[in-house]
């Protein structure tokens, strides 16, 4: 069973969700809060396996309360998925740099937010990798500043601390490549390019995926438009 914790400030929101989650097979409901801190009290309370977070909340924000629940040890196992709208494409990188593991708009259809939530449990934290590349390319590195995209970037001191096929590994992470398609590309198996992965976010001490998306644009391991 996967559990949710529903935190959003509109009433109205939190019922829909609540309903649509309720009637997902393998999925219960954990709680829901009204604000970021709220979220954070609950998520420490219920631990819940995912928090669908909302952005714009008083008291204490969504991307202030996901660094919170990522950064405690405690909640490890706990999942960040951002609920976004297309006017808060801003704060998305922001929110992927304090931890959560993948967003998803708030127009989804029902069926695509079982799903979502079902992915970042097991652990497919880009939802949307080409949108997620997208935005990292448009807020990490403007594709105004031409110079920079035509020079050869100095790699970032903790990429050293990768093996060749770890750095090749994490540049298919960027891409967006799940765990079965980085095996085909390296003739490895699934479970090879999974353990591969783990061993990059501890080396990197990412909490996630989605992190590792970030490192790999902000390092230059992964250029604008090379994906």
Same mark, same amino acid.
């Not at 420490?44 to 008083?58: E, F, G, N």
């Not at 704060?91 to 259809?109: D, P, Q, T």
């Not at 079902?118 to 949307?128: E, P, T, Y």
């Given at each position: 069973?996967?559990?949710?914790?529903?935190?959003?400030?509109?009433?109205?929101?939190?019922? #829909?969700?609540? +309903?649509?989650? *309720?009637?997902?097979?393998?999925?219960?409901? /954990? $709680?829901? @809060?009204?604000?970021?801190?709220? !979220?954070?009290?609950?998520?420490?309370?219920?631990?819940?396996?995912?928090?669908?977070?909302?952005?714009?909340?008083?008291?204490?924000?969504?991307?202030?309360a996901t660094a919170e629940i990522c950064g405690d040890p405690a909640l490890a196992e706990?999942?960040?998925?951002?609920?976004t709208t297309f006017e808060e494409d801003e704060y998305l990188v922001a929110a992927l740099?304090?931890?959560?593991?993948?967003?998803?708009?708030?127009? #989804?259809?029902? +069926?695509?937010? *079982?799903?979502?939530?079902?992915?970042?449990? /097991? $652990?497919? @934290?880009?939802?949307?990798?080409? !949108?997620?590349?997208?935005?990292?390319?448009?807020?990490?590195?403007?594709?105004?500043?031409?110079?920079?995209?035509?020079?050869?970037?100095?790699?970032?001191?903790?990429?050293?601390?990768?093996?060749?096929?770890?750095?090749?590994?994490?540049?298919?992470?960027?891409?967006?490549?799940?765990?079965?398609?980085?095996?085909?590309?390296?003739?490895?198996?699934?479970?090879?390019?999974?353990?591969?992965?783990?061993?990059?976010?501890?080396?990197?001490?990412?909490?996630?995926?989605?992190?590792?998306?970030?490192?790999?644009?902000?390092?230059?391991?992964?250029?604008?438009?090379?994906?």
């Amino acid at each position: 069973m996967t559990s949710v914790l529903i935190v959003d400030d509109q009433a109205l929101i939190r019922t #829909a969700l609540r +309903e649509l989650l *309720g009637h997902e097979p393998g999925i219960t409901i /954990a $709680g829901e @809060a009204v604000n970021g801190e709220e !979220a954070v009290a609950l998520a420490r309370s219920a631990h819940p396996d995912v928090v669908l977070m909302d952005i714009r909340m008083p008291v204490m924000d969504g991307i202030a309360a996901t660094a919170e629940i990522c950064g405690d040890p405690a909640l490890a196992e706990t999942r960040v998925l951002i609920l976004t709208t297309f006017e808060e494409d801003e704060y998305l990188v922001a929110a992927l740099r304090a931890g959560a593991s993948g967003f998803i708009g708030k127009g #989804a259809e029902p +069926e695509e937010i *079982g799903r979502a939530v079902r992915a970042v449990h /097991a $652990g497919d @934290a880009l939802l949307s990798p080409a !949108a997620t590349r997208s935005l990292i390319t448009r807020y990490v590195l403007p594709p105004t500043d031409a110079s920079r995209s035509m020079s050869t970037p100095a790699a970032a001191p903790e990429l050293d601390l990768l093996t060749e096929r770890e750095r090749e590994v994490l540049l298919l992470v960027a891409r967006g490549r799940s765990n079965q398609e980085i095996a085909e590309e390296l003739y490895i198996s699934p479970a090879t390019a999974k353990t591969h992965v783990n061993r990059i976010m501890s080396k990197l001490h990412a909490h996630d995926r989605a992190q590792l998306v970030i490192l790999a644009y902000e390092s230059g391991l992964l250029q604008p438009g090379s994906a």
